[in-house]
DNA sequence: GAGCACTGC
């Protein structure tokens, strides 16, 4: 700590003469100068580019729907069985024993200093943490499995334990329609099992408390009398009929009144209730567009933000893009019509560059707010600001049950409208005691339901493609064995990674007779919806990612689920009918154990970029941001410690010409600083490609189990002894060279989806490159020069060899070590620059590439003191370090 | 000698 405050004290030193404050003021004028000129150029950009372009955004939005590239299908992984227990195993003890070490760091290093509230909890909530994962261990040591049963007939109903809220409970219809339930469910023990059969209980908790479905008005009638009308009238009858029928509509005038007499507005609204689809219309409708004023929608995803405008362009019979419209990176389908416009939070988030004070818009709605992702939570505090400044601005904050009243505080109160949704009620069942091993739990369930239930379609919640792809060779070896005792059971997994024609056949019908299993990833909780969906398994585990600023390394951590997630997961079972939710833990965890909320993005992630944008939105202490549930401290610290070393701020803290352009790119400021230094070293081509392979998270190279080999091979033959950098970079520009082939990819072992998608990426930096003046050029054999720009983003990522044979980086002085997969994992450079440290199995770091450390001086000489870089091991390297050290 | 939950700009 004592570290991080010398170097503060050292930036101050460096910049306090008379030339450094007029230069500070020159930097200053031409930062504004710059952000008029992107004002101008903003003005005068023709925004009608459906026009032009509508025919070809269709076709995209229609491709991007659509499954991608067939030939994907040949790169699918072959299943990896063995040893994924074993691997699995390893890594939970691994980031059991991390967690324990940071819970120790933590108190260790903080011991003294007073701790906020927040950061009280959250320490409590890691020590919270380990503890249940340490019972959740040591019930595994027992051994001693037990399951809960099925549902028995309803004579037998005294054995199950009726819980505390159920007797509560006043709705004793709710009960008889329990009783119901139970006795239709049949169960069957095996003969062996049978005399065990006593030993279980099952334990039956309440209902959630799911508002009961409204009953469709019958259309039917209507149809009939007025047989001559034609197709088109008759669909857009049915659309009204719909309109009507959703739950949002009897609220109508109602919720527009609400909208006229305040400013801000919370909707709670269950899914389903129509609110997405039906309110800008309302609003639409109450002439809220009038004045050349836009209604605009935000949503945490793309698809979603494509498929709702679609729909609200079809309920209001105009061509999409014109007065509806959707906004989404790399796509915009919008024009100057557009009254109602629905884009990603994202998207919002970067509008605001442009048009800092919304402007255009008369209601700016931010729905599905219980998400809480990081662009919403921003778009809280900016929305908020700007509503002090435009009475006339009307927000809507659109989210699920538990947290509206919290979204109420933070806006002053706002009055909270609600609307029901439409659900059918789920039961919910829980272990008596909790689940030695969860995947074995899933495997036994699912055969359970199978066995002894009615017909309806599994989801089962899983926490990544190892597991799901354990417990599919479980359950196809149980199904097997059980031959023709059982109805058909279809397996299906589906994960993000999972290629997308792969994903679609969840979607396809079941067939008659038979019955189908998902085996999903959190993916399944919001981004998926299946229908059909009886029965939800949920053993209550997902993996989070976690941020750590002291070391700057990132973790994925399996974490009990929270409240919130465990009961979106039990929704998924009540869309079309009555469901049932089996949880594979007990009451008392869900009560006593799971947080109510799972703790927001902004507190688990590097900030580095969104401090960079609200700084160049104008505001200027940051740590007085009004965050409904403010970030780490220390997170904060670090991102402004790195946007001060990059030389986005100057020493009193004020955005420099260079940070306001940095801000111009969706990317980490380390990157953003590496794009715009490639101008100096006449590169840009380089360092764009060499970006937009770095933007797509290590999903290039394709390593299937059956061909390690082959693979292995392909890709060394991409390999520069420069470095990963220029490893990626040569990919790109033999892809590039080949016409962006799919038979290429396949032939080399590369993954099509994410060369697509890099391809993508560089395009938008390409552009944004012109925006902010830097010519493209392209130099490929000047290999320094490359490397040149990249250190000055990445020189805060850097590590030295030490005496011992292993890296230290130099700031923070954390041991890491080269990962495998690196072009230089058998070459030790004495000094190198890494791109990001990730810590699985080890702290390592990935993508990583050689350079000389008077580069660094060059690069950062405000950063880097000639001292500091003194090779500490000049003589020769010890021996069992091999060969080594090119450098200087 | 390796492991990528999920979004998004």
Known sequence: MSKSRDKKKRYEDSSDSDSAEEARKKDLKERDEFANRLKQKDANRTRNIVAASEKKAYEEAAKRLKIEAEDRDKMVPMLRIHSRRKYLEKRKDDKLQELEADIQDDEFLFENDILTERERKERQHKKELLKLAQEHEKARELERVQRYHMPSDAGKSSEYVEVDELENMPQ??????????????????????????DEYELLLANQIDFIQALKLPGSKDKEDKKPELTESERKKLDIQETKKSLPVFPFRDDLIQAVRDHQVLIIEGETGSGKTTQIPQYLHEAGFTDDNKKI?????????????????????????????????????????RTIIKYMTDGTLHREFLSE?????????????????????????????????????????????????????????????????????????????????????????????????????????????????????????????????????????????????????KIFDPTPPGA??????????????????????????????????????????????????????????????????????????????????????????????????????????????????????????????????????FNHRGELTALGRRMAEFPVDPMMAKMLLASDKYKCSEEAVSIAAMLSVNGAIFYRPKDKIIHADTARKNFNHVGGDHLTLLNVYNQWRDSDYSTQWCYENFIQYRSMKRARDVREQLVGLMQRVEIEM????????????????????????????????????????????????????????????????????????????????????????????????????????????????
């Open 777 to 888: 050029v392209s130099n490929v054999s000047e290999v320094d020069n490359i490397k040149k720009s990249i250190i000055s983003g990445y020189f805060y990522h850097v590590a030295r060899l030490s005496k011992s044979g292993s890296y230290k980086t130099v700031k923070q002085n954390q041991s890491v070590t080269i990962h495998p997969s690196s072009a230089l994992f058998e070459d030790l450079p004495r000094w190198l620059l890494y791109h990001d440290l990730v810590y699985t199995t080890k702290e390592y770091m990935r993508v990583v590439m050689e350079i000389q450390s008077k580069w660094l001086l060059e690069a950062a000489p405000h950063y880097y003191k000639p001292k500091e870089l003194e090779d500490s091991t000049n003589k020769k390297m010890p021996k069992t370090v091999g060969r080594s050290t090119r450098t200087d």
């Open 172 to 197: 004793s219809e709710q009960k008889k329609w329990e009783k119901e339930q139970m006795a239709s469910a049949v169960y069957s023990f095996g003969a062996k099992e049978k005399a065990k059969r």
């Open 296 to 336: 605009g929608c935000t949503q945490p995803r793309r698809v979603a933000a494509m498929s709702v405008a679609a729909r609200v362009a079809q309920e209001m019979n105009v061509k999409l893009g014109n007065e509806v419209g959707y906004a989404i990176r790399f796509e915009d389908c919008t024009s100057e």
């Open 515 to 648: 019955r189908k299993v998902v085996l999903a990833t959190n993916i399944a909780e919001t981004s998926l919806t299946i229908d059909n969906i009886i029965y939800v398994i949920d053993p209550g585990f997902a993996k989070q990612n976690h941020f750590n600023s002291r070391t700057g390394m990132e973790s994925l951590i399996v974490v009990p689920v929270s409240k919130a997630s465990a009961n979106q997961r039990a929704g998924r079972a009540g869309r079309v009918a009555p469901g049932k939710c089996f949880r594979l833990y007990t009451l008392w965890s869900y009560k006593h154990e799971l947080e109510d909320n799972t703790v927001p993005e902004i507190q688990r992630i590097n900030l580095g970029n969104a401090v960079l944008m609200l700084k160049a939105l104008g505001i200027n202490n940051l740590m007085k941001f009004d965050f409904l549930d403010p970030p780490p401290r220390e997170t904060m610290v670090l991102a402004l410690e790195q946007l001060y070393a990059l030389g986005a």
């Open 356 to 504: 800092p004070d919304l402007q255009s818009y008369s209601v700016m709605i931010i729905d599905e707010a219980h998400e809480r992702t990081l662009h919403t939570d921003i778009l809280f505090g900016l929305v908020k600001d700007i509503a002090r400044f435009r009475p006339n601005l009307k927000l809507l904050i659109s989210s699920a049950t538990l947290d509206a009243q919290k979204f109420s505080e933070f806006f002053d109160d706002a009055p909270i409208f609600r609307i029901p949704g439409r659900r059918f009620p789920v039961d919910i069942y829980y272990t008596k005691a909790p689940e030695a091993n969860y995947v074995d739990a899933c495997v036994v369930s699912v055969l359970q339901i199978h066995a002894t239930q009615p017909l309806g379609d599994i989801l089962v919640f899983l926490t990544g493609q190892e597991e799901i792809e354990t417990c599919q060779e479980l359950l196809q070896d149980r199904v097997r064995r059980l031959g023709s005792k059982l109805k058909e059971l279809i397996i299906l997994p589906v994960y993000a990674n999972l290629p997308s024609d792969m994903q679609a």
